[in-house]
């Protein structure tokens, strides 16, 4: 082994993703590392299936491919970390009434902050995901920007946009190349990877088949109660069956006979109602941002022109966006956007790169 390679730690979730990451960053001479956190056990968050996220199956998939690359592996304990930093917040935000984006938390706390930490202490240069998204140096500025990934179907800028300029300059994101998900799979057949035709995993991974509010109550034990579905100016239309089990913008599901179609357009939790409305109600023009990371540039002293998504399926919108004090933004559309909900991220674009991004804080 040559000494002066560089390293790099290889997020390995058992994926074909990240394998073919892996394989790539290989091939490209560097010393590599792969690692895959364990972040909970399937039966603490209800899960029985074997394919589920962090199961054995998944970390066998990762050993074998690293065996094939000729990489060390290892199987780092996170549960503790992950709980706190991803399901305890993602609990929290629906028990506030707000809707987390817990894939967000996740990579901001857990991918590139503990694991980011780890790769330090293995004296790695990079660290290194499955993700689809780039990482460009300004030429100019000297800043590192993020990007968007060439395959706009599978780009993951959105959830990355937290990421700081330290992080940006050690991390690399191989697949932010590829133009299709068929082409990584293709790599990944040809390198003779066990996982090359595996299903992509589903977006939140701790939540069994998408059901959250039955994960919440099972996680912590409480009952969440039933209350009131109730008009803007205060009429009683039926029982909901409890709170954290509605979204903004929802009108399937509510369990009740209409003459019309309502939507819901917010949450009392102190009463304990979810309040609906025509879908005209839904829409509205700005949103306050909290927390706010500016990648693309310094906090801009004047308002910027900008295109925003306000969740992760949103199409981009023309907006202003005004910098405040104390790490907050507020976003200005052109024109209404439907159901922006607080607790979600805005995502801030140029052309293809982020500008930078926060929690929707109030509409």
Request: include cysteine; aromatic fraction near 8%; charge should be neutral.
């Amino acid at each position: 082994m040559c000494e002066n390679r560089k390293k790099a730690l290889i997020a390995m979730s058992g994926g074909v993703d990240s394998s073919v990451a892996a394989a790539l960053m290989v091939e490209k001479g560097y010393d590599c590392i792969g690692i895959t956190m364990k972040l909970y056990e399937n039966e603490t968050v209800g899960m029985e299936r074997e394919g589920a996220c962090c199961s054995l199956s998944d970390t066998e998939d990762a050993r074998k491919v690293c065996s094939r690359l000729g990489m060390s592996y290892y199987v780092l304990n996170f549960k503790e970390d992950f709980a706190v930093n991803v399901i305890d917040r993602f609990v929290a935000a629906y028990e506030a009434g707000d809707t987390p984006n817990p894939c967000i938390d996740c990579n901001r706390y857990m991918k590139f902050d503990k694991l980011f930490r780890r790769a330090r202490e293995l004296d790695c240069d990079l660290i290194v995901t499955g993700h689809y998204a780039r990482v460009e140096m300004d030429a100019v500025s000297g800043r590192m920007l993020l990007k968007k990934a060439k395959n706009a179907a599978k780009d993951q800028s959105y959830v990355l946009a937290f990421l700081t300029q330290e992080q940006l300059k050690h991390t690399v994101f191989p697949l932010g190349e590829f133009s299709s998900k068929d082409e990584v799979r293709r790599v990944a057949d040809a390198r003779g990877f066990v996982n090359a035709k595996k299903h992509d995993s589903q977006d939140i991974c701790f939540v069994p088949e998408g059901k959250y509010a039955d994960f919440m109550s099972r996680y912590t034990g409480k009952v969440y109660p039933p209350g009131d579905f109730v008009t803007t100016d205060g009429r009683k239309l039926g029982e909901h069956r409890g709170i954290i089990r509605y979204t903004i913008g929802q009108r399937k599901g509510l369990g009740l006979a209409l003459p019309a179609p309502l939507y819901v357009c917010r949450k009392d939790m102190e009463k304990n109602e979810v309040i609906l409305s025509d879908e005209a109600a839904l829409f509205t023009k700005t949103c306050m941002v909290d927390d706010f990371n500016w990648i693309a540039y310094e906090k801009p002293a004047r308002p910027v022109r900008v295109t925003a998504k306000t969740r992760y399926r949103a199409k981009e919108a023309p907006a202003t966006a005004e910098a405040l004090e104390e790490g907050r933004v507020r976003l200005t559309f052109d024109e209404p956007q439907r159901a922006i909900t607080t607790g979600q991220a805005a995502v801030l674009y140029d052309g293809e790169n982020v500008v930078g991004g926060g929690t929707i804080l109030t509409v």
